[in-house]
């Protein structure tokens, strides 16, 4: 009771009568509550702003349902940048949370400038816009 709903990540280990605990497990996805009602939910980047020569902004969300997912990024001036696709089913298109990453490059490889960039992620139907800041 009075557990958080949402998606948490856990690791298991078991402990002996004698108090030996054993090793913990891989990262284990738990959706605690129900899933999300529409769409995508609970969108944010951290860090925002994030430098892009020493680190990677973790683009989260949440799914209501397995379904392939596709972050583009944009300029502020509208111009496509960069395009992120996932699996249905897969990292990033699993239905609870899911976190990716962009490395603040472009679709050459090469790193944006610092500024406000747009991301806009779109699974099964629904659309969710972010603002993300690159800093140098």
């Known amino acids: 009771t009075n557990v958080p709903q949402g998606t948490v990540f856990v690791r298991v280990r078991s402990v002996s009568g004698s108090g030996v605990a054993s090793e913990s497990s891989e990262i284990i996805k738990v959706q ?11 969108a944010s980047s951290y860090p925002n702003p994030f430098d892009s020569r020493t680190t990677t902004a973790k ?3 949440e799914l209501a349902e397995n ?3 596709t972050i583009t990024i ?3 001036f509208g111009r496509e940048l960069n395009s992120l696709s996932f699996d249905a089913g897969g990292v990033g298109g699993s239905a609870g949370a899911n976190t990716v990453t ?3 490059s472009d679709l050459s490889g090469r790193k944006v400038t610092k500024g406000m960039y747009i991301a806009v992620i779109e699974a099964g139907g629904a659309r969710e816009t972010l603002k993300i800041g690159v800093i140098h």
Do not use: A, E, M, R
């Open 59 to 61: 683009i989260f969300y």
């Open 102 to 104: 962009w490395d603040g």
């Open 74 to 76: 944009y300029s502020i």
């Open 67 to 69: 379904s392939g997912v």
């Open 32 to 42: 605690l509550g129900p899933l999300p009602s529409d769409g995508i939910n609970s």
